[in-house]
Every structure is written in C-alpha cells, then in structure tokens.
C-alpha cells in the first residue's frame, strides 16, 4: 500500500512563515502530480499548490507569489514554502500524490492525513 505522511504544521504570527513536508512511502513504481489542498472549518477543500514530476507548477491567486511547492523526486518527498502567512490562510494542509503502483496501472490519487496551520493575527 502507499502512505502520505505529512509534517510542519502549526501556529504561527500573520507575516511569519512555515514549511509543509509530505513524504510518500510503499508500494510506488512512478510518482506523477503532487499538490497541497487546504480545507478551512465550513469551507470546502481547495487548492492551494500542484507540481508535475517535471516540476511544472500550478497556484491560485490568493497565494501566488507568497506559497512555493517544490518536490524532491528522490526522496518521493513535496514541499510548500509559506511565507507571509495571514490569517485567512488558516485550515487544515492536504497532501495529494498520484501513484502508479505498477507500470501498468492507472494513476490513483493519495492523500495525506492532513496537518493543521493556524496563523494568529
């Protein structure tokens, strides 16, 4: 099977910063698409980050230019580098990796168990 384990959540002042790691482990032949969703209490889950295997980026506008998602393709490892962290960026982080187990198998997509970023004003 394959697990996400995610780290470096936490509290942290408006203006601060923070790194989300997520590392992918078991079963993987390729590791495909990563990415970061964040769900906030009552709101949907959302996009915040994705990153192909060829590193080709993707960012909403409400943090384009203060969120960086990178990954290490050694290490079955993805980053998001936050910086100026408001407020409103407090939620629950999501990792996602889509994962072939086989090199004929589909695609499947992986969650992390999630870890929580509160930012205080």
């Known amino acids: 099977q394959v697990q996400l384990v995610e780290s470096g959540g936490g509290l942290v002042q408006a203006g601060g910063s923070l790194t989300l790691s997520c590392a992918a482990s078991g079963s993987i032949f390729r590791l495909n698409a990563m990415g970061w969703h964040r769900q906030a209490p009552g709101k949907q889950r959302e996009l915040v980050a994705s990153?192909?295997?060829?590193?080709?980026?993707n960012y909403p506008e409400s943090v384009k230019g203060r969120f960086t998602i990178s990954r290490d393709n050694a290490k079955n490892t993805v980053f998001l580098h936050m910086n100026s962290l408001k407020p409103e960026d407090t939620a629950v982080y999501y990792c996602n990796a889509d994962i072939q187990q086989l090199y004929y198998s589909p695609s499947t997509r992986y969650w992390g168990q999630g870890t929580q970023v509160t930012v205080s004003s």
């Open positions: 990153i192909t295997r060829g590193g080709s980026t």
